[in-house]
């Protein structure tokens, strides 16, 4: 299982970003796929996630109207759109899954929110 993450940046508040999580090595559209981020000296969060076929879509309060997740089962890809961005969304973003009860983890996209 590889998960490959893609789009992150630096971007101003109010401003937008797309993230691209390209994953291969097990059947993408068969699995749940999440977005998790991690800012300095604070624990992982759960932020979205979206069930193999896309119907149902989970979001975090803290992001909940602001970022839309989605996929494209074709391209074995998922996508975090993120919008009116804060300085509080400044983290690490990360891809998962669970395969056979194993958590897998792309190494990460910086999104930094700043003037």
């Known amino acids: 299982v590889q998960l490959v993450e893609s789009g992150g940046g630096l971007v101003q508040p109010g401003g937008s970003l797309r993230l691209s999580c390209a994953a291969s090595?097990?059947?993408?559209?068969?699995?749940?796929m999440r977005w998790y981020r991690q800012a300095p000296g604070k624990e992982r969060e759960l932020v979205a996630g979206i069930l193999s076929g896309g119907g149902r879509r989970d979001y975090a309060d803290s992001i909940k109207g602001r970022f839309s997740i989605s996929r494209d089962n074709a391209k074995n890809t998922v996508y975090l759109q993120m919008n009116s961005l804060k300085p509080d969304d400044t983290a690490v973003y990360y891809c998962?899954?669970?395969?056979?009860?194993?958590?897998?983890w792309g190494q990460g996209t910086q999104v930094t929110v700043s003037s």
């Open positions: 090595g097990f059947t993408f559209g068969n699995y749940y």
């Open positions: 998962n899954t669970i395969v056979k009860t194993t958590h897998y």
